[in-house]
């Protein structure tokens, strides 16, 4: 079934369009805010917090930061508006870094300002490995200034024990996901249990610090074993949450809130929704499988 997927995803790029949305709009909330405005206000009725996120990474002039900026601040503001519970995750390449990191600096500055002054939190996105140190670098001078930021980890970049170590005595606010980038075997773990093993392992490292956690996994392997380190540790459900992405294994989903826990799902909305629907099949080609189910159970 994996090859199976494998194939899929690698014969999108040259799949007509169309025929990608089909694959693809379960997994979006829609091309507007208005289209995402409206899936979240969904998701909040059934008891779902969620995440918003506008798709497009990896700009290549300086001057389109000031599309996402304007985009992001009236996401902001429509989400104080409409009173939705639902935060920010943003990809700072969308905002200049890797093209001018003072241009970056300063549209997070300006984001997380107003994101704090309108009482909402902003989820500093991970991208792939080139971007870690700075990532984190950034990081660690905004949560010295606010209280409403926090980051990504990824479980399979073998650096990641080290960088949790310097995040809990930072107190972060981490979302520890497994990771999505293809990256070469010196930077990751490649097998599906040494991955397990190390979120496992730094999921327990910074629940005992303190630190609040978004659980962020698809792997109902992972999410039975955060249940049992939950347990252990007597932990209330105000000190972690459980995040997942819009569309993807909603029965495991359901299951997790009506047992009592706080999910976040993450709902990405824009006009880029092909590059990022292309470039996560591609990368993660599980995913194709879930996709496959839902497009066959089609009524």
């Known amino acids: ?8 995803a690698n014969i999108l790029p040259i799949i007509p369009k169309p025929v990608v949305s089909r694959f693809a709009q379960k997994y979006i909330a829609g091309e507007t805010l208005e289209d995402a405005a409206r899936v979240i206000a969904d998701l909040n009725e059934q008891g779902f917090m969620c995440t918003i996120n506008i798709l497009g990474e990896k700009i290549t002039d300086i001057e ?8 992001y601040k009236e996401v902001l503001y429509s989400i104080a508006k409409k009173k939705l519970d639902v935060n920010i995750s943003i990809k700072m390449t969308q905002l200049g870094m890797g093209i001018d990191d003072s ?8 984001m997380i300002r107003l994101s704090d002054e309108l009482d909402n939190f902003i989820r500093i996105d991970m991208e792939d490995s080139k971007f870690t140190t700075k990532t984190l670098d950034i990081h660690s001078k905004f949560s010295k200034i ?3 930021v926090g980051t990504v980890i990824q479980a399979y970049l073998r650096r990641s024990e080290r960088d949790v170590k310097e995040l809990i005595k930072l107190k972060a606010n981490i979302r520890l996901c497994k990771g999505i980038y293809i ?10 249990d040494e991955i397990r093993q190390n979120f496992s392992r730094l999921l327990e490292m910074l629940l005992i610090s303190g630190c609040y956690v978004g659980i962020a996994t698809h792997d109902e392997q992972l999410v039975d074993s955060a249940y049992r380190l939950i347990d252990k540790l007597g932990l209330s459900n105000e000190e972690y949450e459980f995040q997942m992405i819009y569309g993807v294994t909603e029965k495991l989903r359901n299951k997790i809130l009506n047992d009592g826990h706080r999910i ?31 497009i066959f159970s089609f009524k």
Not at 1 to 8: G, H, K, P, T
Not at 64 to 71: A, G, H, Q, R, V
Not at 103 to 110: A, G, I, P, Y
Not at 268 to 291: M, Q, T
């Open 103 to 110: 241009v970056c600096f300063e549209n997070m500055d300006e």
């Open 183 to 192: 990256e070469p075997a010196e930077i990751v773990f490649k097998e599906r």
């Open 64 to 71: 389109e930061t000031d599309k996402y900026l304007n985009n």
């Open 264 to 294: 976040r799902i993450y709902v990405p909305f824009g006009e880029d929704w092909y590059a990022y629907s292309v470039r996560r099949l591609k990368e993660n080609p599980a995913i194709v499988g879930h996709i496959m189910k839902n």
């Open 1 to 8: 079934m994996r090859f199976i997927n494998s194939a899929i």
């Open 146 to 148: 606010y209280s409403n």
